[in-house]
T-cell receptor, first 115, second 113 residues
Framework: GAVVSQHPSWVICKSGTSVKIECRSL??????MFWYRQFPKQSLMLMATSNEGSKATYEQGVEKDKFLINHASLTLSTLTVTSAHPEDSSFYIC???????????FGQGTRLTVV | GNSVTQMEGPVTLSEEAFLTINCTYTATGYPSLFWYVQYPGEGLQLLLKATKADDKGSNKGFEATYRKETTSFHLEKGSVQVSDSAVYFCALSALSGTYKYIFGTGTRLKVLA
């Protein structure tokens, strides 16, 4: 299957700082990327959907000014958590789909801890 | 709207026991159905999928059949191993629009030696 790489795998940051997470499709062009958040022992909650070159579509209840998503190329999307707070600590997972795909491929996830 | 209902865990089994994890869905149209597995501290890995009614997805001894009449996609394995211990997520994806995935709540499986 296609490979999606997420970086970093884990990050610890201080409260008030911003953190950027990258999601790359390594062997296909990702026309659509999804960002999910997973709390401990819970399911994945979709945060936003982004199409290359367009503004992301955020799910209800997700602050778009706090979770900045950029999908500037067909192989890279970034999620920036701005002014992070301890309650933003979570596992963030991206997935990507190409134009010819009928399924999404998932990154390995990024564990964010805000202290 | 679309939704996935998955049996709650945790499920604890002895090695070589039979596994069933129930999953039912509600969807308009004909979604694709998936089972994903998540090992501790890792992302999701696709375990198997089915894209139309009566399709059977299978991988690594796991099977699931897309049952439109009962709107179900139950995961089964005849003989589990300790290495199967993980969290299993049932998911659906609409075939139109944005291909959003809807996930079930996940079922934690623990297999004892």
């Amino acid at each position: 299957g296609a490979v999606v790489s997420q970086h970093p795998s884990w990050v610890i940051c201080k409260s008030g700082t911003s953190v950027k997470i990258e999601c790359r499709s390594l062997d296909f062009q990702a026309t659509t990327m999804f960002w999910y958040r997973q709390f401990p022992k819970q399911s994945l909650m979709l945060m936003a959907t982004s199409n290359e070159g367009s503004k992301a579509t955020y799910e209800q209840g997700v602050e778009k000014d706090k979770f900045l998503i950029n999908h500037a190329s067909l192989t890279l999307s970034t999620l920036t958590v701005t002014s992070a707070h301890p309650e933003d600590s979570s596992f963030y997972i991206c997935s990507a789909m190409g134009q010819l795909n009928t399924e999404a491929f998932f990154g390995q996830g990024t564990r964010l801890t805000v202290v | 709207g679309n939704s996935v209902t998955q049996m709650e865990g945790p499920v604890t089994l002895s090695e070589e026991a039979f596994l069933t994890i129930n999953c039912t869905y509600t969807a308009t149209g004909y979604p694709s159905l998936f089972w994903y597995v998540q090992y501790p501290g890792e992302g999701l890995q696709l375990l198997l999928k089915a894209t139309k009614a009566d399709d059977k997805g299978s991988n690594k001894g796991f099977e699931a059949t897309y049952r439109k009449e009962t709107t179900s996609f139950h995961l089964e394995k005849g003989s589990v191993q300790v290495s199967d211990s993980a969290v299993y997520f049932c998911a659906l994806s609409a075939l139109s629009g944005t291909y959003k995935y809807i996930f079930g709540t996940g079922t934690r499986l623990k297999v004892l030696a």
